[in-house]
């Protein structure tokens, strides 16, 4: 057999077991409903289809490709949640074979990308990111036109092809619609390939000729974006909610000891995946691969954490954006180990290596399947089933051109329910958040609900600890500078004078509207 032959034979394994670990370990998320984020996405890619704009017409403060793509998903699933979760994975398994390729190409090793891609196919299908919840994360989906993106600038510096960075940029402005913290990596694009060109000594037209490439990719889709939503009537809706949210909440979180909540968060993390920042952290320092091919690591990895560290709060799923240029990094560290025996002990050679990439492996399944047995009980006995089971309460009790209202923030109960929200604030954050809630947007909300007269009225509080119960005006969590729950009050208080309890489920109370005459 020829070595081309064993190569693709080999390919094609590969692509089948990343293939089978991406399926096997999202299994159960197929049968599970969505959680928050992914319950925000879903329903705004479901109004979507309706018509609606986001941010014009539904409240939401992420970058608006998710929701487009989820309408995409639901289109062609006949609107279930299965389908959504096909599509997560044929995300996740194109990103692990872009990986394979981007780092045949840098590591210039086939088993080194390979360790890369399994990597990554083992760490990001798992739940060690999802919080208890799911993994239909923005970070999830972004993480494909990144590598894409880095792919495209490394042909660029293999052929010298100017169409090969103006789909760099592209691939980077797509990655920035699904979160714009992807800016980062766009930044690090620009500065190696200004430092490659300058290297070589060649003359500064070069650079901008360069650099323009990248950002016209880059800004083609983000100015058709924009445009779209100023014909639709939504820029400034998109400006307030994706710019001006955002950046009081990042604000405010660093306000409130940016350092301490990281370090506490980056050591959980380094903790869980400590066998793949071993070699990870040699690969940083004495990777393999010409010095190009090193710093482009590096860069990329250093923007990958200020992505995730820069919202200020550090939720877990925030460092999925950092895994492919760490798993990059890891193969590289790999490698090193391999060549340079005085890493490792001599006489062992090749068998310790062996023996510590297996037991990386073996550990990082056994964490991914403990962590997925913990999910599963969350997902039977927790917030998730709480709102199954509500929305089933509410598709069965209301008619389908009927409005219901989620006193919290599980939105997926519209979408499991069919039901549309009665206001365009379908979750109450933006309404809690000190600095962006306002007497204006309070009263938005107080005059959608008197206008829609939604019959039901769902309290959530008891799962939603910042939000105040519609019983006695008080958030489980206690007082917390970043939410104010008193803004609320006029909306409670007309809530509780029109609508009474109905039944409870589980912690949640439903609240029915009272009859007309006595409105």
């Given at each position: 057999m020829s070595v081309q032959r064993k190569l693709r034979n080999s390919k094609f394994l590969l692509f089948l077991i990343v293939t089978a670990i991406t399926v096997i370990m999202r299994i159960p998320e197929f049968y599970a409903p969505l959680g928050r984020d992914g319950g925000v996405f879903a329903y705004i890619g479901r109004r979507v289809l309706a018509g609606d704009v986001p941010y014009r017409d539904v409240w939401d403060h992420k970058a608006p490709a998710v929701y487009y793509l989820d309408a995409l998903a639901l289109v062609l699933s006949g609107h279930t949640i299965a389908g959504l979760r096909c599509v997560e994975i044929v995300f996740a398994v194109a990103t692990a074979w872009v990986i394979y390729q981007l780092g045949s190409k840098l590591l210039q090793s086939h088993w080194a990308a390979s360790l890369s891609s399994l990597s990554f196919a083992l760490i990001s299908n798992g739940y060690l990111f999802s919080s208890g919840a799911d993994l239909h994360f923005t970070e999830a989906f972004m993480q494909l036109p990144t590598v894409l993106s880095i792919h495209f600038a490394v042909l660029h510096r293999a052929s010298h092809q100017w169409r090969y960075l103006f789909w760099s940029g592209m691939m980077a402005g797509c990655a920035i619609l699904f979160k714009p913290t992807a800016g980062f990596t766009l930044i690090a694009l620009a500065l190696w390939t200004t430092i490659q060109i300058l290297k070589k000594q060649r003359p500064w037209g070069n650079v901008f000729r360069c650099l323009m490439a990248l950002i016209a990719g880059a800004g083609l889709l983000l100015i058709l974006t924009l445009a779209y939503f100023a014909l639709r009537g939504g820029l400034a809706d998109l400006y307030s909610q994706v710019i001006e949210y955002n950046s009081l909440y990042a604000a405010a979180h660093f306000q409130r000891g940016f350092f301490q909540t990281l370090a506490s968060h980056v050591s959980h993390w380094v903790g869980a995946l400590g066998f793949v920042w071993i070699p990870a952290s040699v690969g940083l320092v004495w990777g393999k691969g010409s010095p190009e091919s090193r710093w482009l690591l590096v860069f990329w990895f250093i923007a990958d954490l200020a992505g995730a560290t820069v919202g200020g709060k550090h939720l877990p799923h925030y460092f999925l954006q950092v895994l492919p240029s760490l798993t990059l990094l890891a193969g590289s560290g790999?490698?090193?180990?391999?060549?340079?025996?005085?890493?490792?002990?001599?006489?062992?050679?090749?068998?310790?290596?062996?023996?510590?990439?297996?037991?990386?492996?073996?550990?990082?399944?056994?964490?991914?399947?403990?962590?997925?047995?913990?999910?599963?009980?969350?997902?039977?006995?927790?917030?998730?089933?709480t709102a199954e089971r509500a929305a089933r309460f509410v598709a069965n009790d209301t008619a389908k051109d009927e409005t219901i209202y989620v006193w919290g923030t599980e939105t997926v109960v519209y979408l499991l329910s069919g039901r549309r929200s009665a206001s365009r604030y379908a979750y109450l954050y933006p309404l809690l958040t000190t600095g962006y809630s306002s007497p204006h947007k309070v009263n938005e909300l107080l005059q959608d609900l008197k206008e829609q007269a939604p019959r039901y009225i769902l309290d959530a509080s008891a799962t939603n600890r910042e939000v105040p119960s519609l019983k006695d005006g008080r958030p489980r969590r206690g007082e917390d500078p970043i939410y104010a729950p008193d803004t609320l009050e006029p909306v409670r208080r007309f809530i509780l004078q029109r609508y009474h309890p109905k039944t409870h489920i589980d912690g949640w109370t439903v609240y029915e509207r009272v009859a007309l005459d006595e409105d």
């Open positions: 790999w490698l090193t180990l391999k060549d340079r025996h005085w890493l490792i002990p001599r006489g062992l050679g090749r068998i310790s290596l062996i023996t510590m990439i297996t037991a990386t492996l073996l550990v990082l399944l056994i964490r991914q399947t403990a962590s997925a047995l913990t999910w599963i009980s969350f997902r039977l006995d927790g917030n998730l089933a």
